[in-house]
């Protein structure tokens, strides 16, 4: 289970549960690298291009992370890098209204399991507010979540700690220690980790498998989301 990479859970009462969307709660299907996919050749830097698999191979590794700050490292020019994040938006867009995205199973039971014992939700992602939004909408999850946080002005996308605290701070949570963190990647559990959360869980339902959910710092390791409220309730 990635031993040297497991750090002890602090026991504490779960007041805050932070899980990300694509991969942990809401099912991928490959739908991100796909919009990815159109976005790079939309700036004439897709399938057939020199430097393409590479391009392809950071998307993977730093799945999680902040769209656009994936694209300015990829391409440099900031110009080529918010057409490419644009293009990116509306691909993904579209396929969230065509409804190839779901909730993966167990989800919608978790986050109503944590609100009922009285843990506030929040949910992240590495998309911008605009897709957030529709994202929530096409779920029907707005009601379902006490908020809902996006990279920003001011708010660093992942492996940061941002949007953890600022949700910390947006839901008046007394102690880091008191916040739980689900992910499907390893940019989340470096976040939930650099923001001080007591449970930070790897799920194995998204982006990165075991080997390297196991080799990043986390507490737990589950199949899926399914799991993540026995861990915040007790």
Request: proline fraction near 4%; charge should be negative.
């Amino acid at each position: 289970m990635g031993r040297h990479a497991v750090r002890s859970a602090t026991v504490t009462t779960i007041s805050l549960a932070v899980l990300d969307l694509a991969g942990t709660t809401v099912r991928d299907d490959g739908a991100v690298e796909a919009a990815f996919v159109d976005a790079l050749g939309a700036v004439d830097a897709g399938p057939g291009t020199t430097g393409f698999d590479d391009r392809l191979d950071y998307l993977r590794t730093t799945m999680g992370r902040s769209k656009i700050e994936v694209f300015r490292t990829l391409l440099g020019d900031a110009a080529r890098a918010a057409h490419a994040h644009d293009a990116f938006e509306s691909a993904y867009g579209s396929r969230v209204a065509a409804g190839s995205v779901q909730p993966i199973d167990g989800a919608p039971a978790a986050l109503a399991a944590l609100r009922d014992g009285g843990v506030r939700v929040c949910l992240t992602t590495g998309f911008s507010s605009a897709t957030l939004g529709r994202l929530l909408d096409a779920l029907g999850w707005r009601e379902q979540v006490d908020l809902a946080l996006a990279p920003g002005p001011g708010t660093r996308g992942r492996p940061y700690p941002d949007l953890i605290l600022r949700a910390v701070l947006a839901l008046e949570i007394d102690d880091v220690r008191a916040v739980a963190v689900a992910g499907d990647t390893a940019n989340d559990l470096e976040a939930g980790t650099r923001a001080g959360a007591s449970v930070v869980a790897g799920v194995l339902t998204g982006a990165h498998g075991r080997a390297r959910l196991a080799a990043a710092p986390h507490t737990h390791l589950l199949d899926s989301v399914a799991g993540f409220p026995a861990l915040c309730l007790g």
